[in-house]
């Protein structure tokens, strides 16, 4: 629908001033996750990882919340704001992480082993958050499993290669769900070497959904928004990111005179590691979301309050062992 109707917009339509106008006219504030296209960045109110920009709209006074990024990311915006009008532009915007943890089968999953507790990273669906008693995010995962007593038992889901990250570096035994994200997975250990071979001065920033073969590569493990730090403080000229590379925008953005390369896929480049549901985002969806008031993120209230209840606890949690923005952050290698 919104494809079809994209096409027939006036193309001498000056999309910018026009989302400006309806974002006003409808008290709404636009949230864009780092991985979004450069443009639809630069016009949100916000950018950010999924629970900052979730947390930072639930401090406005909006009535609606526009959320330039993927389904799950809306949802969590919806569960902590329930009384807010949540919309995306387009809602086949999904997550390979989220559809690689179907309810049913982790239910009974989950059933099967009823003396552990659950950690579900945040990328995935509310109805899994909902089987959750803890969420926790790629900044503040290590810091919730070491507050946790050694001999709990722990199912970690969706991500096995976070699971697997954190599991290594705690020596955690973690019953893992075998899900990934299909953008990090693409990364190319070979050509990620001999990329290293042409820059050797380059440091390696790397996002923990990252496999083991790729984080053993990198000098500094982390969320969207550490590698983000990572690199603008970085003294490095040149720097190699293994993350989907629309984190890159706001890196030139912010440090214009450094040079930094997506690490690559098999085929020697990085064009393959663009996510293509973030990609479904576009300007003229965006424009034509807001005029039209959807598509609109519903959720069951019984599964909300059940998904808001592991958020919640995420958040007590950082709270009380004095987290901060990027405490997940690690030099693997000197």
Same mark, same amino acid.
């Given at each position: ?28 504030v636009i949230l864009a996750h780092y991985y979004q296209a450069g443009d639809i960045q630069d016009i949100a109110d916000f950018v950010g990882d999924s629970l900052d920009l979730s947390r930072r709209a639930a401090e406005t006074d909006a009535d ?46 989950k059933a099967a082993n009823p003396d552990h507790m659950v950690l579900s990273y945040i990328n995935c669906s509310a109805d899994i958050k909902a089987m959750?008693?803890?969420?926790? *995010? +790629? =900044?503040?995962? @290590? ?5 946790? !007593?050694?001999?709990?038992? #722990?199912?970690?889901? /969706? ?64 969320? *969207? +928004? =550490?590698?983000? @730090? ?5 003294? !490095?000229?040149?720097?190699? #990111?293994?993350?989907? /590379? ?69 958040? @007590? ?18």
């Amino acid at each position: 629908m919104n494809m079809a109707a994209s096409a027939k917009l006036d193309p001498t339509l000056d999309l910018v001033t026009e989302i400006k106008r309806l974002k006003q006219e409808k008290n709404a504030v636009i949230l864009a996750h780092y991985y979004q296209a450069g443009d639809i960045q630069d016009i949100a109110d916000f950018v950010g990882d999924s629970l900052d920009l979730s947390r930072r709209a639930a401090e406005t006074d909006a009535d609606m919340i526009v959320f330039c990024g993927v389904r799950f990311m809306a949802e969590v915006a919806k569960i902590l704001s329930p009384d807010k009008k949540v919309i995306l532009p387009d809602l086949a915007a999904g997550c390979s992480l989220e559809d690689s943890c179907p309810p049913d089968e982790f239910r009974a999953f989950k059933a099967a082993n009823p003396d552990h507790m659950v950690l579900s990273y945040i990328n995935c669906s509310a109805d899994i958050k909902a089987m959750t008693d803890i969420i926790v *995010t +790629s =900044s503040n995962a @290590e810091h919730i499993v070491e507050g946790l !007593a050694k001999d709990q038992k #722990i199912i970690f889901a /969706p991500d096995r290669h976070l699971g697997g990250y954190l599991s290594r570096k705690l020596g955690r035994d973690m019953l893992l769900w075998q899900g990934a994200c299909i953008v990090h997975e693409l990364f190319s250990e070979k050509e990620l070497i001999k990329l290293k071979a042409r820059h050797p001065d380059a440091p390696v920033a790397a996002h923990p959904e990252c496999p083991d073969q790729i984080v053993q590569h990198a000098d500094h493990v982390g969320s *969207t +928004s =550490s590698i983000l @730090e990572f690199a603008i403080n970085s003294p !490095a000229d040149t720097l190699i #990111i293994a993350t989907e /590379p629309g984190i890159i925008h706001q890196m030139e953005k912010a440090a214009p005179n450094k040079t930094f390369i997506g690490a690559p896929g098999a085929d020697g480049n990085c064009s393959c590691n663009t996510c293509p549901y973030m990609a479904l985002n576009t300007m003229q969806k965006l424009y034509l979301c807001l005029q039209n008031g959807g598509p609109e993120i519903n959720l069951d209230e019984g599964t909300r309050v059940a998904a808001e209840k592991p958020l919640r606890r995420m958040l @007590e949690l950082s709270t009380a062992i004095n987290q901060k923005p990027q405490t997940f952050a690690t030099t693997v290698k000197e």
